[in-house]
């Protein structure tokens, strides 16, 4: 599983696709803070209203580009398909499973390569952030401590969350044999989840509300000590997706 961990970081770095999620990641979080915007699926306008009309610092571009965070989610999809999409479109995996790796080694091995992408594109975004706010002459609105605190939690959080869903994409992958199904379903998953949160009374529904969670923390909806349900169905979410994913794959055909 090392070795492969291995072999993808270097085949990404070697992939002018890495690059350019990169280059977005830094766009996104540049304008962000230029610009001071807030935007994200079903943010409501007057919460959008209330951080552009405040006074800009640094803490303050660190909450809004957790509002903002998902927007991660369709710039990180192109690192799925670079990861593992490619192979199964080139059906190329099955020549990584006869060397000898097991299914849920290969499956967990493309997992912790995504998950280690993610929190490395996470932590870009908040730091740059953090830079272009200080490039600008703005206050930090906060403590060293409290700033550091707040950019390590909604990186972890945000990854972890971000991860989950594309733990869900592995098992529609490799279910359907199809990386445009699997990369739509992943691009539709929070729209759609955030539009049943707002026109039902299904309350369950917030524990699947992935890339709601981060938001809800900075909106201060949601406590950090409350995360433990939220943290609990979503690693039941992966244990699920990636040994299920294992699984459809040792009944294929080789």
Known sequence: MLNQIKADSYRQLHT???YIVLALTVLLSVLITV???TGGIMIKAA????????????????????????MLVYIDIALFV????QEFSKK???NTLISGISRLGFILGKFFTMLL???????????VVVLSSLMAGRAGGASLMSLVRTLGLMTVTISFFISVIFSIGVIVLVLMDSVVIATVFMAL???LIAILVSFTNWHWLKYID??????QITLGALKVDALWPYIGVSVGVLILTIVGAAMVIQRKEL
């Not at 992408?117 to 730091?127: E, M, V």
């Open 47 to 70: 919460t959008m209203q209330e951080f552009e009309s405040s006074k800009w610092t640094v803490m303050t571009g660190l909450k809004s580009a957790t509002l903002s965070s998902t």
């Open 35 to 37: 610009y001071e915007s």
């Open 82 to 85: 670079i990861v593992i999409g």
């Open 189 to 191: 998953w929070p729209i």
């Open 92 to 94: 190329t995996y099955k």
């Open 117 to 127: 992408d993610i929190l490395f594109l996470t932590l870009i975004f908040y730091g």
């Open 16 to 18: 002018w696709g890495s």
């Open 210 to 215: 992935f890339t709601g969670v981060a938001q």
